[in-house]
């Protein structure tokens, strides 16, 4: 799976960009606040439909512009394709396909793969169960549509829910109409607890041995799924809590309320673990994320790396830098001399100056 070219029109601080990509790896350098970062975004906006870091649409149109597009070209196993991304100032995005609009943005997933490594996600460990929900979330809806849906339902049936439980308080007599979003809430959330299980487990076997190979045997890393409820009594605690559900205002089972836990033998990394520790299990995660997603689509993703070599001490940058042959690679940093040290294969440079961008040689 290769990106072989990008258009920009009005995204971010870009007025126009047209950029031609190498299958192999592609750095961006410049200053920081010049737009690399921004490159990145609108790629992995084409994979997963929406922003890493924005939730509005809005904010990704250029300041003073009324719209905004997206133009990538990608190769996938002989097949090319091309997603455009128009985004209009207080109307909802428009998505097609190889020139063919598509009803709903879920109906991207699949098309294009991504991996997106940030300094943000060195923190993965260390902050709290919504970012951990959030990394699984995203690469199951890469993977599975069948995911899609059941978590898109279940968010649906959650926020009715929650809202239902607010307008109870006012009008007691709404408490009937709990039993339709039960059912339906445990309906969806025995879909989502069953894939993520699995999704762990796979994580797992792939995990285990990168992470001793990049602790020289000294750890033995296990991730774990923390069920917030088996997916077998969910129903059950569902009904068991509404009591308190209509006190509090919102559900408080399901798998909304998961984490994913780390340890080491019996040591559990966020808690007891160090910075260097948690990094290092950070980076085994993205790592054993490359190898799972090559193995379920019999293809290599596109990685993304934002400015995470400078984040890295040089062991790790090792381990990472040699995880990227025969995987198209696009890097963003502020200078090159990692690379240079590291006589590591470059095949395109561009610097990145205000939105500007020229290729360099070499």
């Known amino acids: 799976m290769i990106v072989t070219g990008l258009e920009l029109n009005n995204f ?23 737009g690399k970062t921004n490159v990145l975004e609108s790629i992995y906006i084409c994979s997963t439909t929406k922003s890493h ?12 512009k009324d719209e905004g597009h997206i133009k990538l070209f990608l190769k996938k196993q ?39 490594f940030s300094p943000e996600d060195l923190n993965i460990i260390k902050n709290g169960p919504a970012e951990r929900r959030k990394f699984v979330d995203m690469e199951l809806c890469q993977l599975d549509k069948i995911y899609v849906y059941h978590l898109i339902q279940y968010n649906k049936v959650l926020n009715q829910r929650n809202q239902l439980l607010k307008d109870i308080f006012f009008q007691p007599e709404l408490k009937e109409t709990l039993d339709i979003w039960d059912v339906q809430l445990a309906k969806y959330g025995m879909e989502i607890i069953k894939r993520r299980q699995k999704f762990i487990q796979d994580m797992n076997k792939i995990m285990k041995p990168i992470h001793k190979k990049l602790t020289n045997n000294q750890e033995d890393i296990e991730v774990i799924y923390d069920k917030n409820c088996e997916e077998s009594i969910l129903y059950e605690q569902i009904l068991k809590n509404r009591e308190k559900d209509m006190k509090v205002k919102t559900t408080s089972v399901g798998p909304h309320r998961d984490d994913i836990l780390f340890f080491n033998k019996d040591i559990n990394i966020r808690t007891y673990g160090s910075q260097g520790q948690k990094r290092t299990v950070a980076l085994s995660l993205k790592l054993a994320e490359i190898e799972l997603v090559k193995e379920m ?55 990145v100056t205000e939105g500007k961008i020229k290729e360099r040689t070499v």
């Open 297 to 351: 689509i019999h293809d290599t993703p596109v990685l993304l790396l934002d400015d995470v070599l400078s984040e890295l001490d040089s062991d790790r940058q090792n381990h990472l830098l040699k995880s990227l042959e025969n995987i198209q690679t696009i890097i963003t940093c502020t200078g090159l001399d990692e690379f240079i040290e590291n006589r590591f294969k470059i095949h395109k440079v561009f610097q």
């Open 78 to 116: 002989e097949k090319e394709y091309r997603i455009d991304i128009h985004f209009r100032k207080n109307k909802s995005k428009g998505i097609a396909v190889n020139g063919i609009p598509i009803r709903k943005a879920s109906e991207l997933f699949g098309i294009f793969h991504v991996i997106f």
């Open 12 to 34: 971010r601080n870009y007025n126009y960009l047209k950029l031609n990509l190498d299958s192999g790896t592609n750095i961006l350098y410049g200053k920081n606040a010049q």
């Open 53 to 64: 870091r924005s939730s509005k649409d809005a904010e990704l149109i250029k300041f003073e």
